[in-house]
T-cell receptor
Framework: SQELEQSPQSLIVQEGKNLTINCTSS?????LYWYKQKYGEGLIFLMM?????EEKSHEKITAKLDEKKQQSSLHITASQPSHAGIYLC???????????FGQGTRLTINP | NAGVTQTPKFQVLKTGQSMTLQCAQD?????MYWYRQDPGMGLRLIYY???????DKGEVPNGYNVSRLNKREFSLRLESAAPSQTSVYFC?????????????FGEGSWLTVV
């Protein structure tokens, strides 16, 4: 089965700094999703990537899917306290309609 | 727009008790999912249903049963709750194959088994 590894598992950055979270798959990714979860709340959809080399941005968050479609990165520019939370990547398990997720990255922003 | 609605939001059970988590979506999606989320473990798939009338096991199905009552509803049942089932449960739905489709999640159900 497809496994998704996120790194780092935990990240503490100073407000205003840039940061990157990675999501690596053991198999080709068919649809890669990024979600954000505030502590104790539900999941908020950020972006979905499907094509190799694809890049999408929303406000100060940019997500990329590499050409081989086995790694995705989420980059936050000039981080703010509102960016704090748990970031999860998820992927369609080879089109088998089983959506699997990484273990999450806990992001803390220090003022 | 309700999206995915799951109930209850909070529940405390005693070991051995049974309960059902309810989930309904109003987006006419074929696929529905139940996940559990434990600290440091991300989301783990319990069961999923690719369409009305079908269900399949995910990564961690033991101790759970599901019912896809109709296209809208997908329930998760704990027949004999155990402390190891203390977790946050999320229901989700989507329409695989649709270009740019998004997975929609419910707000979560916090379950504590004592």
């Amino acid at each position: 089965s497809q496994e998704l590894e996120q790194s780092p598992q935990s990240l503490i950055v100073q407000e205003g700094k840039n940061l990157t979270i990675n999501c690596t798959s053991s198999k080709t990714l068919y649809g890669l999703y990024w979600y954000k979860q505030k502590y104790g709340e539900g999941l908020i959809f950020l972006m979905m990537l499907q094509k190799g080399g694809e890049e999408k941005s929303h406000e100060k968050i940019t997500a990329k899917l590499d050409e081989k479609k086995q790694q995705s990165s989420l980059h936050i520019t000039a981080s703010q306290p509102s960016h704090a939370g748990i970031y999860l990547c998820g992927a369609d398990n080879q089109g088998a309609q089983k959506l699997v997720f990484g273990q999450g990255t806990r992001l803390t922003i220090n003022p | 727009n309700a999206g995915v609605t799951q109930t209850p939001k909070f529940q405390v059970l005693k070991t051995g008790q049974s309960m059902t988590l309810q989930c309904a979506q109003d987006m006419n999606h074929n696929s529905m999912y139940w996940y559990r989320q434990d600290p440091g473990m991300g989301l783990r798939l319990i069961y999923y249903s690719a369409s009305e009338g079908t269900t399949d096991k995910g990564e961690v199905p033991n101790g759970y049963n599901v019912s896809r009552l109709n296209k809208r509803e997908f329930s998760l049942r704990l027949e004999s709750a155990a402390p190891s089932q203390t977790s946050v449960y999320f229901c989700a739905s989507n329409e695989p194959g649709r270009s740019g489709n998004t997975i929609y999640f419910g707000e979560g159900s916090w379950l504590t088994v004592v």
